[in-house]
C-alpha cells in the first residue's frame, strides 16, 4: 500500500452535500491507489534505514505535534486507517483537524491536558454532562478545577485561568438544549468546547456557530453498530497538534480495525440518523399523549434520542421491555433504554443530578432503525396498565406529583 499516499490529507473538493460527505472523505484517494474499500494497517511499527531521518521527524513532531511527513514511524504516533477516520470527521463537522483516541473519555481527557499544560487548569461547565465527565470534571482527578453554572452564568464564571467552557447539547440525558452562538459570545477567547455526540455533524455542527472544538464518543452514532469504541475530537490545527501530542505521551491511541469500522460507519451516519430521528419523533408524540408518561423530552433539533418521564415505576419498565434491549451506551442500529440514575449518571452526586433534571422516574431512550410499530407495541406493553399507580418508595422512587407534559416540536426533516 502507498502510505504517503493515505497520510496526506486530502485535496479539498468543491462544496459537497453532507450526504455525498459522508459517502467519500477519507477515501477520495482509493481510487487512485488502484483500491474500492480502505486498507487496514494493523503495523505496530515501520521499517526504516534512515535513523537520521527518523530522529528530525520525531524531533519535528516534539517540537510541532503536526502529522509526519513520509511513512508511518510508530502506530502511537499515527495510522494510516485512523487517519482516514480524522479526515472524514473533520469534513463532516467542517474543522480544519480531528484526532481519535481510544474512547470519547480518553478524547475530554486529552482536552482537559493539553489546557492544564498550558497553565489553564480552570474550566467552567454547563450541566448536565455524561456522567463520566461530569466525574472527571467534578473530583479534580486530572488537576483541573471546575466551576458549573448556567448559560447565562458563563461570562461572570471565567477566570484568568480559565482554560476551557465546556456543554452538552442536547444534553445527556434530559436532551436539554444550548443556544452554541451565544455561549461562544460569552466565553470571548477561551475556548467552547461542544459535545456534539447527541447531535451528530448531521443535525448540527457547532464550529459554525462559534465552538473551537467538538467532541465525539464515537462509539456512538459515528460507529453506529454497537461494534466498536472510540473517541475523536475535531478542532482547528493549532489545538489538535497539541492533542496528538498528549496521545502520543498517554497511550490512549485508536486501534486501527476500529479506526476502519468508524469511517466505514460515516457512509451510513446520515441515513442512520434520519431514519431513527423520524421514529424517534413519532414515539416521543405518542408517549407525549400516554397518561402513563408524566413528561417527554425531546430537542427541538430532532435526532433520535428521547428522554421520557413515567408516572410508574422506571424500574418496572426496563424489567419488562422484550425488544428494546436495556443497555447503556446509545446510536446503534438497535434501540437502548437505559435508567441515568441508576446508571449513566449515578457516579455524578445525587443532589447535583437531581438539581439538573436528571430526576429518579427519568427514563433514556436511543432509538434504532426497528419498525416504530414494533418499537410502540413493546414500549406500551412495558409501560404496563393505566391504573398501575404511582411508584412508592419500597421501589426505589419517591413519590411525586405528576407535572405538565413538555410541548413536543412538529417533525423537521433531518
Known amino acids: 500500500m502507498d502510505t504517503d499516499s493515505s497520510m496526506a490529507p486530502p485535496a479539498a473538493p468543491r462544496s459537497r452535500a453532507l450526504a455525498t460527505e459522508a459517502v467519500h472523505a477519507g477515501r477520495d484517494d482509493l481510487a487512485a491507489l488502484g483500491l474500492h474499500t480502505p486498507p487496514i494497517d494493523l503495523s505496530t511499527t515501520y521499517p526504516s534505514y534512515d535513523s537520521r531521518g527518523e530522529a528530525g521527524r520525531i524531533d519535528a513532531f516534539a517540537a510541532t505535534g ?56 480552570h474550566v467552567v461547565a454547563v450541566r448536565p454532562l455524561y456522567g463520566c465527565s461530569d466525574h472527571l470534571l467534578g473530583t479534580g482527578l486530572l488537576g483541573t478545577e471546575v466551576t458549573w453554572t448556567d448559560p447565562a452564568g458563563i461570562a461572570e464564571a471565567i477566570r484568568p485561568d480559565t482554560g476551557l467552557v465546556i456543554l452538552e447539547t442536547p444534553a445527556n440525558p434530559t436532551l436539554a438544549e444550548i443556544d452554541i452562538r451565544a455561549v461562544a459570545h460569552s466565553c470571548g477567547s ?39 469504541m472510540g473517541g475523536v475530537v475535531a478542532c482547528d490545527e493549532e489545538f489538535a497538534a497539541g492533542l496528538r501530542q498528549v496521545r502520543f505521551a498517554t497511550g490512549g491511541v485508536l486501534h486501527p480495525m476500529a479506526g476502519y469500522l468508524l469511517l466505514r460507519g460515516l457512509a451510513t451516519l446520515p441515513v442512520r440518523v434520519r431514519a431513527a430521528s423520524a421514529t424517534a419523533a413519532e414515539l416521543a408524540r405518542r408517549l407525549a399523549d400516554d397518561p402513563r408518561v408524566a413528561r417527554v423530552h425531546y430537542p427541538e433539533i430532532g435526532g433520535a434520542m428521547v428522554s421520557f418521564e413515567v408516572q410508574g415505576d422506571p424500574h418496572r419498565v426496563i424489567s419488562a421491555v422484550r425488544l428494546i434491549t436495556p443497555a447503556v451506551s446509545l446510536g446503534s442500529v438497535d434501540t437502548l433504554i437505559q435508567h441515568p440514575a441508576s446508571i449513566s449518571h449515578r457516579i455524578v452526586e445525587e443532589g447535583d443530578r437531581q438539581a439538573s433534571g436528571v430526576g429518579d422516574r427519568l427514563l433514556r431512550m436511543s432509538v434504532g ?23 412508592s418508595e419500597a421501589d426505589g422512587v419517591s413519590e411525586a406529583m405528576p407535572v405538565p407534559v413538555t410541548a413536543l416540536p412538529e417533525a423537521r426533516p433531518v
Open 66 to 121: 503536526a502529522r509526519p511527513d513520509g511513512p508511518p514511524v510508530y502506530a502511537r504516533l499515527d495510522n494510516p486507517t485512523t487517519a482516514r477516520f480524522e479526515d472524514a470527521l473533520a469534513r463532516l463537522e467542517g474543522t480544519q483537524s480531528a484526532v481519535s483516541f481510544a474512547s470519547g473519555m480518553a478524547a475530554l481527557t486529552a482536552v482537559l491536558l493539553v489546557r492544564a499544560g498550558a497553565g489553564l487548569r
Open 190 to 228: 477561551v475556548p467552547l468546547l461542544v459535545d456534539n455526540t447527541f447531535a451528530t455533524p448531521v443535525l448540527q455542527r457547532p464550529v459554525e456557530h462559534g465552538a473551537r472544538i467538538v467532541l465525539h464518543s464515537a462509539t456512538k452514532y459515528l460507529g453506529g453498530h454497537g461494534d466498536v
Open 369 to 391: 432503525l426497528e419498525d416504530v410499530e414494533d418499537l410502540w407495541a413493546d414500549l406500551s406493553q412495558a409501560l404496563g396498565s393505566d391504573d398501575a399507580g404511582p411508584a
